[in-house]
């Protein structure tokens, strides 16, 4: 079992910046994907951002330009940089990790439903304003 805590959601204004962390409990070597998602109410449950244990990133594309994900192996530690925030990125960002990821013609991609995903830390809120 890992158990994965996310911090760093706030309350922010339409172009501010936030950086959120997701602390695992321990590694695990069944890893293949760490990723963020997020919910807003009414609203399912998308991927924002994902990145694969040989380091392949992959983001939606209403994020790409403004989010980075990035890991510090080190401190099991899962990060997402977001910037130029709108009110449309409002919602609970979930850390996520995966024992699955699957081939494509540019290597091993993570997975981009939620399903595919072992564990879930329970969310951090992200509150834009106009």
């Known amino acids: 079992q890992v158990h994965l805590q996310e911090s760093g959601g706030g309350a922010v204004q339409a172009g501010g910046s936030l950086k959120l962390s997701c602390v695992a409990s321990r590694h695990d070597d069944r890893e293949q994907c760490m990723a963020w998602f997020r919910q807003a109410p009414g609203k399912e449950r998308e991927a924002v951002a994902m990145i694969h244990r040989n380091n392949n990133i992959d983001y939606a594309d209403s994020v790409e330009g403004r989010f980075t994900i990035s890991k510090d192996n080190a401190k099991n530690t899962l990060y997402l940089q977001m910037n130029a925030l709108g009110p449309e990125d409002t919602g609970m960002y979930y850390c996520?990790?995966?024992?699955?990821?699957?081939?494509?013609?540019?290597?091993?991609?993570?997975?981009?439903?939620?399903?595919?995903?072992?564990?879930w830390g329970r969310g951090t809120q992200v509150t834009v304003s106009s």
């Open positions: 996520a990790q995966a024992t699955r990821s699957w081939w494509s013609p540019t290597g091993p991609r993570c997975y981009v439903v939620a399903n595919k995903y072992a564990y």
